[in-house]
């Protein structure tokens, strides 16, 4: 008999929101230093908006919002008969709630079009939901926090991007985080020189296992997948893929000399990297990852993706890419856009785990003041209405019970100061103000009390 | 082909969104100000933690989430065949959207009961979805802020939540609002009174319309809805209600002398008026209204209601009251709660009406570098580097375009400020700093422009 919530999401207790905002409000600064405006779409789109957009896995996992009212009465019988769940559901649902925030902003983009300057640089944190199953760090119910410049095919938003990057994890205290960058235009690059673009995804993945299983098993793995001896030799410099940036690029220009659309990507990385090592960044490592191929489908241009410190044991904690048809889907062609995500969710597991919340101020009272009965009630009330106009967080027992009830919830609440008013202080016009911590206590007029809590 | 939203739901704007952040952040700020802890809840519960909660029209309203996968494969056949929407919608889904923030907290709160410290004071912000029928001030998703108190039956609760409201709408700067006030022990007094308490609702219903009807035509529609002469004749001070919350207790007491539980309401309500009346409020009105019956399922003590200033056409823009068993329907007894919630849209629409929303400052760059290409743009990315680590909001813009357009996009988003830096500005390692208002130009280096805009 005891409730429940459904697998996959959560209730935030005072301190985890408390937590949440934290970083929210972090990633939020940050946006609108680097000058993202916010928007905000509703939790649910029409299904059409929202369906064919990632891919039949996508299909499955976006929740349909079942019609209201009498939703039957106008589903094709032979289809209900057949009980064709698949087929059905199109009849008896046309809204689905939001997946992620991008098709969203698309959307947005293309019905607003003539209200937006561009470049239109936004920013949306919002929650998205997907019937994923549920596992550390995967949630049915979590937030993306996103920030996209569509209508500029300009490199400094990607320059823009590991910047920012830098500044939200450096002011979160979480230092020593990985942002790895790949371009498209290179991968496609390496598909070319190995002979074929349907193998590319067999390729990094098993040059991603390198450092564990060691250049032998790899290239039996290739081997295995249909890549030629002669493709892997071609690419050989990536099996010693070490260095700075500046040698990576170095060498994959050698590499890719045969391709034009990987040299094209390799200046496109090599003006990102040099525009950082100009600029300097405050905690983050920069690092070019071959192997990263993240949305593969719709990237076009940089890939981003980042790396929790080393130790900590999580998936990406942030990625993006630019895609150069963002908004073709709805209609509008030849709109370049790029972006990144913040995972909220994973970000707050890494903070957790590295002991980084101990700053974060926890929403409760700076005082509670005794409740002796009606009279000093009013007498503490008067104080509290004042001390509020100060914005100083006070709160009045609501009720007269036991002394040591009222100190036992002062203290469970970890509340620091504890005001004590009863006849004697009610007659000098006066407070005693006790220190929760320090046991301290003095005597007090209204004015010395605000100026002690402020 | 142009896409859209669902109906009742809207996209939001960065102007927009600016606007309601600060609606909500007054709100925030308030709530814990007054010592109120935020919590939040999934958006979407089991559906039978909802189903059943506020009424067959309630149950209607519910958005469902249809079941992932082979939804129908486990459902009734007959069910399936008879087409029984109603019937079948529990076999094919099993979570539903949040309606409200009561409920959710309940359930929150019965859930949690042993990690909870109580008296627990809880603010929660979420959205909540309706299937209603869409109109001015009306929608599909739509923000909740509530506060709520659990665990204590202290009317100084109800005090301070008046106080409350006076808080944030002075803040917000909207004066003159009217903070209604009623208890549900005086309207059972009425209704002893009348003689029935089936026609409770028809004479408050009639007695409401006293202003614009008269008293003549009032006494004929309560006559024609069953209520007698006699009974009529009992409450006459009804039909000349004025003067003070002072005279209008003293009125009540003498009408409701009969019933015990209606001289139990008229206490509670003298002692959260008089301590008012001690307390003062900033700028909000208090009246005793004994024709709100808003609630009258589950409140079971004071009930109130906000009106917007007189002159603003506008439903109600918050409203509450206590509950005596607020967590009895997850099977926790005796737990009293009292609460209150501000009507996010709502107040949104007054406040523009009433053009509140002018001090409130827009999300967009303070100053725009123009890009004259990418040597002068690396040399603005290193100055806008150290803008933004002085929390100044600052962006290149992002292509090399002509000056004009350049110009015309700081225009458009009401930029008050451009930097120009050409190869004279690089060899003089300063900037031309132009105020996009005044006209004025001035040349200065780094640190200067860093003092000037912060």
Avoid at 4 to 27: C, H, L, Q
Avoid at 111 to 132: G, L, S
């Amino acid at each position: 008999m005891k409730p429940s919530i459904p697998k996959g999401t959560r209730d935030f207790s005072p301190t985890e929101v408390a937590n949440r905002t934290y970083i929210m409000n972090a990633i939020k600064t940050a946006f609108e230093t680097y000058g993202f405006q916010p928007i905000e779409t509703p939790s649910f789109e029409n299904s059409d908006t929202l369906m064919g957009k990632y891919g039949e896995e996508g299909d499955r996992l976006i929740f349909k919002i079942l019609n209201s009212g009498d939703y039957l009465s106008k589903a094709d019988d032979t289809l209900i008969k057949e009980k064709d769940s698949l087929k059905l559901t199109s009849q008896i649902s046309e809204k689905a709630l939001r997946y992620d925030l991008t098709v969203p902003f698309a959307r947005y983009v293309v019905q607003h079009q003539n209200e937006i300057t561009f470049p239109f640089k936004r920013y949306q944190i919002q929650p998205v939901w997907r019937a994923d199953r549920p596992q550390k760090g995967r949630f049915r119910e979590f937030f993306q926090c996103d920030a996209d410049v569509v209508g500029s095919k300009s490199l400094w938003q990607e320059v823009e991007f590991i910047q920012l990057y830098d500044t939200v994890f450096s002011k979160l205290g979480l230092q020593q985080t990985t942002i790895k960058i790949n371009n498209r235009k290179i991968l496609s690059g390496i598909a070319e020189v190995i002979g074929a673009q349907d193998k590319l995804i067999d390729f990094t993945v098993a040059l991603d296992k390198l450092d564990k299983i060691g250049q032998e098993k790899v290239e039996a793995e290739m081997i295995s997948k249909g890549i030629t001896e002669e493709a892997i030799q071609k690419v050989q410099p990536l099996f010693s893929f070490t260095g700075s940036n500046l040698d990576k690029l170095e060498s994959l220009k050698n590499m890719l000399q045969t391709s034009e659309e990987g040299l094209q990507g390799v200046q496109e990385l090599r003006f990102v990297i040099s525009s950082i090592a100009e600029l300097g960044l405050q905690s983050a490592n920069l690092e070019i990852d071959v192997t990263l191929a993240r949305g593969l489908n719709y990237y076009t241009g940089a890939i981003f993706e980042v790396a929790a410190p080393k130790g900590v044991k999580m998936g990406s904690i942030g990625g993006g890419g630019r895609y150069d048809d963002l908004t073709g889907i709805f209609g509008m062609k030849d709109v370049s856009g790029v972006g990144i995500s913040f995972g909220l969710d994973r970000i707050y597991l890494v903070l957790e785990e590295l002991g980084l919340f101990k700053t974060v101020a926890l929403p409760k009272p700076k005082v509670l003041f005794v409740n002796f009965g009606d009279a000093e009630g009013l007498y503490c009330m008067k104080a509290i209405t004042q001390l509020r106009a100060n914005n100083i967080k006070s709160e009045l027992y609501p009720d007269n019970a036991k002394m040591k009830k009222q100190m036992t919830y002062a203290n469970n609440r970890e509340i620091e100061f504890v005001v004590i008013a009863g006849s004697n202080e009610m007659n000098n016009e006066e407070f005693t103000l006790k220190n929760m911590i320090s046991g301290e206590q003095s005597n007090c007029s209204l004015q010395e009390l605000i100026q002690k809590l402020k």
